[in-house]
């Protein structure tokens, strides 16, 4: 089993900056894919990004391209979004993933373990 505890959320205005933080303990193994998903109110989740074990695969949607960053410390078990000009479109709650696969997906089915999720709220 593997735990994923997202911490970093808010209420922002729109413009603003914010970084989520997502911890991973358990049975974690080398070679994982982590990603960050969101849902909004009504809306199913979607994929916003998701970073290979290196780092030298990365996807963003298109919506957060050029805006937000992914990026893991694999030493520390810890996977970062860092969220610029947040619209008010972003809101959502923002939930980890992570899959034991040694591929890269975007596809929600991929994705072994996630967490709680942190609210994300950006106002106009």
């Known amino acids: 089993q593997v735990q994923l505890v997202e911490l970093g959320g808010g209420l922002v205005q729109a413009g603003a900056s914010l970084r989520l933080s997502c911890a991973a303990s358990?049975?974690?193994?080398?070679?994982?894919?982590m990603a960050w998903f969101r849902q909004s109110p009504g809306e199913g989740r979607e994929i916003v990004a998701h970073?290979?074990?290196?780092?030298?695969?990365?996807f963003y949607t298109d919506s957060v391209q050029g805006r937000f960053i992914i990026s893991r410390d694999n030493a520390k078990n810890m996977l970062y979004l860092q969220m610029n000009d947040l619209k008010p479109e972003d809101t959502a709650i923002y939930y980890c993933?992570?899959?034991?696969?040694?591929?890269?997906?975007?596809?929600?089915?991929?994705?072994?373990?996630w967490g709680q999720g942190t609210q994300v709220t950006v106002s106009s």
């Open positions: 993933y992570y899959s034991r696969r040694n591929y890269s997906s975007a596809y929600i089915g991929d994705y072994d373990y």
């Open positions: 970073i290979s074990w290196h780092g030298e695969k990365i």
């Open positions: 358990g049975q974690t193994v080398s070679g994982n894919i």
